[in-house]
């Protein structure tokens, strides 16, 4: 916005590690390559372990560190609460910065269960402030784009909808019991952790699920004791052990209002697949297939090319004409991971700007949570779930 003042906005973030990094340079980054009405200026960013948070708070660019979350949310100076912490502290955080009148930006899964994701959504809802879950994968410019061709009907009628998200981080029996593979802190495994993000993409591309059927399994019952190090590494390995309480793979079936089957995957035990967030699409018209490892393409079959030339084709998403490409680089100049971030963060301070609510939001985080909790119950019960549509 060459010219305007641009209006701050005051970030105070909890947590500092994988996504501490991530949201970071989002908010750094936003103003480079977007006119964003609002300037994020990084106030301050709290931890727990006073050397590390430190270290983040010089590293990030943040103005100050705290050892206490409690005093971030005390701050009047701060408009904005960033949660980046492991799923238990979710809830008790966000209400204490909803009451505080801040806005929220916070990591998925909303929650440990669905009463307390609907407790944090009402809370958030009657106080009016803005809140957004960080389903990030929505915010790639080949998912944007997807939705718009499934919107405009370009493979018509969806039959099925097929995901799966790979990886192998834990195949390792020695990786140690880090919280991800703690029931009570992270809620469930590969379930919450990444099959959230397939559940949360399948509602977006093509609308709500109606009921299903699952079954989870952990394959190592017992882990060295220690804990994230950053991104996906681990530390601390000794010589006690303690027990693995979430699923490490899970296959869901499923069934969605617009009649369609899908059918969903989430595992930690793929060997060979890092981050391979993946699904497929068909229709009656033709086929969509997108793989995060390979972001910034989106494969598309159309039944009524000509005979012999019919098959997948690749599209490049980095022309103008695809959302958030032309706030990068020319065309064929490819983006990452990080961007997903920067995307989400325009849409957040742009619906604070213009008053809006912006989405994914917290009734996308109870929607999700719901479908989590049904997995769980339908592999315990071996038997099909009814999704509950009822968000009070
Ligand atoms: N959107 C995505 O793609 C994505 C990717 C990874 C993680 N996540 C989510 O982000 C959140 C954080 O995950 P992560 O990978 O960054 O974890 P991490 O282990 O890398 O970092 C967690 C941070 O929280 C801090 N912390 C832990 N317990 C705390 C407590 N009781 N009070 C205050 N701070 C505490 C830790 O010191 C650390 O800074 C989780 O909810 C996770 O599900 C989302």
Request: net charge negative; hydrophobic share 40%.
């Amino acid at each position: 916005m060459v010219g305007v003042k641009q209006k701050p906005i005051r970030i105070g973030m909890i947590g500092y590690q994988f996504m501490g990094k991530a949201h970071s340079h989002a908010y750094r980054d936003l103003p480079f390559y977007f006119d964003t009405p609002l300037k994020p200026e990084l106030k301050v960013i709290a931890g727990r372990d006073e050397e590390a948070v430190k270290e983040a708070q010089e590293r990030f660019g943040f103005e100050a560190y705290e050892t206490d979350w409690r005093k971030v949310i005390e701050r009047d100076d701060i408009d904005v609460i960033d949660i980046v912490t492991p799923n238990h502290t979710h809830k008790e955080i966000a209400l204490a910065a909803i009451k505080a009148g801040k806005h929220i930006i916070i990591e998925k899964p909303l929650a440990l269960t669905v009463e307390d994701a609907k407790e944090m959504y009402q809370a958030a809802k009657a106080s009016g402030v803005k809140h957004m879950i960080c389903h990030n994968y929505r915010f790639a410019p080949a998912i944007q784009f997807a939705k718009q061709l499934i919107d405009q009907g370009k493979i018509g009628r969806v039959f099925h909808y097929r995901a799966n998200y790979l990886q192998d981080f834990i195949i390792d029996p020695d990786f140690p019991l880090v919280w991800r593979l703690k029931k009570e802190i992270a809620g469930s495994g590969a379930l919450g952790d990444i099959g959230a993000h397939s559940l949360d993409l399948a509602r977006f591309l093509i609308g709500e699920f109606t009921e299903l059927t699952s079954t989870m399994e952990t394959f190592i019952k017992e882990r060295p004791l220690g804990e994230m190090s950053g991104g996906l590494s681990a530390k601390g390995s000794s010589d006690q052990k303690g027990e693995v309480t979430v699923d490490d793979a899970v296959a869901i079936i499923a069934r969605f209002e617009n009649g369609a089957l899908g059918t969903f995957e989430a595992t930690r035990f793929a060997n060979g697949n890092r981050n391979k967030n993946k699904f497929e699409i068909n229709g009656e018209k033709g086929s969509i297939r997108w793989d995060m490892e390979d972001m910034n393409n989106l494969e598309l079959y159309l039944s009524d090319d000509a005979p012999g030339e019919q098959g997948f084709h690749l599209i490049n998403c980095t022309e103008e004409v695809h959302p958030y490409a032309g706030a990068y680089w020319p065309a064929g100049h490819i983006i990452g991971y990080e961007h997903t971030f920067i995307n989400l963060v325009d849409e957040f301070f742009r619906a604070i700007a213009e008053d809006y609510q912006p989405k994914p939001d917290f009734e996308d985080g109870v929607r999700n949570q719901i479908l989590l909790d049904a997995v769980e119950k339908s592999a315990e019960a071996k038997s099909w779930v009814t999704i509950e549509q009822e968000l009070e």
